[in-house]
């Protein structure tokens, strides 16, 4: 048993409806006002919060505890006890504490605005995603807000709405829900309101109870509140499905390890290196410490963030909502984008052209009928019942049809679903009353048994189909959509599913559905982008072929959803692969269609608006929709544009690989010179008597740097680096450190010739071991801050060569101009200040300053060398 489940879930799960109400005391009208605050009083109100992530705390704690301040942390207080309390009142010098102090506060802060500005975001974005339901109270129904909620309240759900809190459901019409928010498992479910005969294991399995968060795809019900807030299954949040996207972890988690691995391999190395020669182990293991801090590029995901952040706001101008930041990641990376058909290939509006009998002549019964099957509908609003219901305002058929809904009130309906394709109300009319039928033309001719024209009745014989296809195809082929329309007169008061048989068939509706002028250019220039247009729609076969050709878009193979479930599996990848247009599919296999293509390694968006695209959207790495959709798949969707248009979307992926592109950048440069640094390290320790840099020196050099990088976010990017998808992951990351970080050693190391050999022996007056103590204290400090400079140096203006793969560089925007040259000059003269002298840096002569041009002219000159020749070697360089 699911002990995740609320006590009073399992209760009531095998109770009947009725005995539910009688044992939570709900009168059958509601709770009233006081009734719910006493509710409230007793089982708590429904939060909604989004956990403890977002709390100020939460976000304080995580800008100042992670590796990187912990070491500094570490460093501040060993240096406490030896430099300060164990000293002798003679030599006591607290100057390192109160930097790595300083250090330690300006990372904190830098963090801890980033971390601020991301939870403004976010807030900002549950703001634009709460939610209204509508609940009895009073015997009254009533809108609310979900927080309103207590236990007790009777809530109405109908497709389209997401579920406001963990409910049992007392009343259900098909109703459809999906649970994949929740159990990650995208099947569609019918609950029902029967009591169940024994406790299912798990609660995905509670047939009856629907869970806070799920999203109601067809059909409606009632149900009463069993668990708000803390207590529902998703624990309050509601959560927008943000930790379902992985491919970002996934690409985060890869580099990651690529990085583990260096230090795994380069830590010990250097702690074994250092202790052996200095033969101080504690000191070694500081180092070392300091060395695997100094490996980690710590501002990546304060880089990351920025970028995405930037990414995103600029999004916004471009009429994009990026709900989910980590999806960004998916639009730089997107390959295969599917879309649907309706207002993205073709207008927004659907106009309804003919109303037509069996036979193709104009009949105004049929509209009539049609009418009263979209007034009553209830289901998901759509481009279609729409149409149909647009005329009811039209002049001349306004009184009349508003007559004729009056003459035919509403008695049952079953709301239109993905898998029946076609939705039934059940009206009174004179003398009995008459079941309507609309729908697709097959599924609804399969459920005919007779044919009215004129008014006389006919056999819906063997061939009926064959007749009802010589009229409707051609119009099929020039891209019309037809659904048909059949009645039935009964004497239910209810109707089953069971019901929708025997009819007769009346007409047609035609609906106007015209290709949009924009989309051909739109799919050509994200061709252009390398990001694959495929069409999955759910129309018939004959429409979406003849819109799609009509764009333009290759209809050599079409595959429909019957022949998709006939492929074996060994077939599917390949044929979905092949084809670009799928029509008449389920709900299921749009989103089969998506799995499969992420299998054969695509990152895959999904463009649709519909709640048949939400499972689809949901397993898609980038679902996009339109803020014109149903909630649940605003809901879902990472992304939404304020206008459904491909061409919106071609500026959106073109930010997302802006953004992705400066990541890498950082991630790919830092870590490559993070790499060599650690190298030369490890090598100047095995040679030399002392330390090339401090702890402290190494930790500040890796965070000025860092802060440096803070602007990458607003760097320019090369056309054709934006050229095709990018990937996510750390596969080309080892590869570019290994081979860039040892030109960056191999200069290290002249330096450290240099200075060991020629200028601080010049300046000391003699080699390292024939110096006094004072003087070989002179001698490292001049050597260290030799080194300091040329790290500094080298590091930073290689950015500048290996942000492009134009040989030998492209102009960087101005903020990174500045910013880098800027820096340089400060840190340079850093070590002329008394701050400098702090941490044993020291004034250098100019001699040191022409080499070190010197050395920077060559470095730069050799990595364009190796530049060239990675490029030729890998194609690309990032
Ligand atoms: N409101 C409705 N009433 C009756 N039948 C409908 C309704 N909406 C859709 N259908 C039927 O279901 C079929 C599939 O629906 P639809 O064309 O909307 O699929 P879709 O995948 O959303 O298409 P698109 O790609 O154009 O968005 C339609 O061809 C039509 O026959
Ligand atoms: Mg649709």
């Given at each position: 048993m699911d002990s995740s489940v609320h006590p009073r879930i399992r209760q009531c799960a095998v109770l009947e409806a009725d005995a539910v109400c009688d044992h939570l005391h709900v009168p059958s009208d509601g709770l009233s006002t006081e009734q719910a605050e006493k509710s409230r009083a007793q089982f708590g109100s429904n939060a909604v919060s989004s956990g403890t992530a977002d709390t100020v705390g939460f976000r304080l704690r995580r800008a100042l505890i992670n590796p990187f301040t912990v070491i500094l942390f570490l460093l501040a207080v060993i240096s406490l006890v030896?430099?300060?309390?164990?000293?002798s009142n003679f030599s006591r010098n607290a100057t390192t504490v109160i930097i790595i102090c300083c250090m330690l506060l300006l990372s904190g802060t830098v963090r801890f605005v980033q971390e601020l500005r991301a939870k403004r975001i976010s807030d900002h974005l549950s703001d634009l995603t709460h939610t209204e339901v509508t609940v009895c109270r009073d015997g009254q129904w009533i809108g609310l807000p979900a927080s309103a909620l207590v236990v007790g309240d009777l809530v109405r759900l109908s497709a389209g709405?997401?579920?406001p809190a963990d409910l049992r459901l007392i009343q259900a019409n098909d109703l459809f829900v999906s649970q994949s928010i929740i159990t990650g498992e995208s099947a569609v479910l019918e609950k029902t309101a029967q009591a169940l005969s024994h406790l299912p294991r798990d609660y995905a399995s509670y047939q009856n109870t629907v869970f806070q968060g799920c999203s109601v795809i067809g059909g409606s019900g009632q149900g009463i509140v069993l668990a708000v807030g803390q207590d529902t299954i998703s624990g309050g949040t509601m959560q927008a499905p943000l930790w379902r996207k992985n491919g970002f972890d996934r690409g985060a988690n890869s580099i990651a390890w690529v990085l583990i691995r260096f230090m795994a391999v380069l830590v010990p190395i250097v702690f074994v290196a250092v202790g052996l020669t200095k033969g101080d182990w504690f000191a070694a293991f500081l180092f070392a410490l300091s060395v695997a801090v100094g490996l980690t590029p710590e501002m990546l995901p304060m880089v990351i963030n920025a970028c995405l952040a930037k990414g995103s706001a600029a999004m916004e101008g471009k009429q994009t909502i990026v709900k989910n930041i980590n999806a960004m990641q998916g639009f730089g990376s997107m390959d295969v984008l599917c879309v649907d058909k309706t207002g993205t290939l073709t207008g927004d509006t659907v106009l309804l052209e003919y109303y037509l009998d069996v036979l193709g002549n104009e009949s105004e019964r049929v509209l009539e009928l049609a009418y009263l099957s979209s007034r009553y509908a209830t289901g998901v609003e759509n481009h279609l019942d729409r149409a149909i219901l647009r005329y009811g305002s039209f002049p001349g058929w306004d009184a009349r049809l508003g007559e004729f809904q009056v003459q035919h009130p509403k008695l049952d309906e079953l709301p239109f679903d993905y898998n029946r394709r076609c939705s039934s109300v059940l009206v009174g009319d004179e003398a009995c009353n008459l079941l309507i039928v609309k729908g697709s033309v097959d599924e609804v001719c399969r459920r005919c048994s007779q044919v009215v024209h004129r008014g006389a009745l006919h056999p819906f014989g063997a061939d009926g189909l064959n007749s009802v296809h010589a009229v409707v195809d051609e119009m099929l082929e020039d891209g019309m959509k037809v659904l048909a329309v059949a009645y039935r007169p009964v004497t239910l008061q209810a109707l089953t599913a069971n019901d929708e048989r025997d009819l007769i068939l009346l007409g047609y509706l035609v609906f106007f559905d015209a290709p949009k002028a924009s989309a051909a250019s739109a799919i050509d220039k994200l061709n252009a982008l390398h990001v694959h247009s495929k069409v999955l729609t759910g129309d018939q076969k004959s429409v979406a072929v003849s819109i799609c050709r009509r764009l333009g878009i290759d209809t050599a193979s079409v595959l429909t959803g019957e022949a998709l479930d006939q492929l074996t599996d060994n077939e599917l990848p390949v044929c979905v692969e092949r084809c670009t247009v799928f029509a008449e599919l389920s709900p299921k296999q749009k989103m089969r269609i998506v799995q499969v293509l992420q299998d054969n390694g695509h990152t895959v968006g999904f463009l649709g608006d519909g709640m048949n695209d939400l499972p689809a959207i949901t397993a898609a790495d980038v679902g996009i929709s339109v803020d014109t959709a149903a909630e649940s798949v605003r809901e879902c969707a990472d992304v939404l544009l304020l206008k459904k248009d491909l061409n919106v979307l071609e500026a959106g992926i073109l930010e997302g690989r802006n953004a992705f592109a400066n990541m890498t950048k950082y991630i790919k440069i830092t870590a490559s010179s993070n790499f060599g640094n650690i190298f030369s390290i490890v090598i100047a320790s095995v040679f030399l008597p002392f330390f090339p840099m401090t702890s402290v020196q190494l930790l500040l050099l890796n965070l000025l740097y860092d802060m440096l990088c803070l602007v990458l976010p607003w760097d320019k990017v090369d056309g054709e680096a934006c050229a095709r998808p990018l990937e996510w992951s750390g596969r080309t990351l080892g590869r570019f450190m290994r081979f860039f970080g040892p030109i960056s050693s191999f200069f290290d190391i002249l330096t450290f010739g240099f200075l060991f050999f020629w200028l601080c022996p010049q300046i000391c007056g003699g080699s390292f071991s024939a110096l006094s103590p004072e003087a070989q204290r002179q001698f490292v400090s001049l050597f260290q801050t030799g080194w300091f400079l040329e790290s500094m140096w080298t590091q930073i203006l290689i950015l500048h060569l290996l942000r492009t793969q134009k040989v030998p560089l492209s102009r960087p925007s101005r903020p990174v101009m500045l910013v880098t040259l800027s820096g340089i000059v400060l840190f340079t003269a850093l070590v002329f200040t008394p701050l400098g002298a702090l941490i044993g840096l020291t004034a250098l002569p100019l001699r040191y300053f022409a080499f070190l041009t010197a050395v920077v002219v060559l470095y730069l000159l050799l990595v364009t060398v190796a530049k060239t020749w990675y490029l030729r070697r890998y194609y690309t360089l990032l």
């Open positions: 030896t430099d300060v309390v164990l000293a709405d997401r579920v």
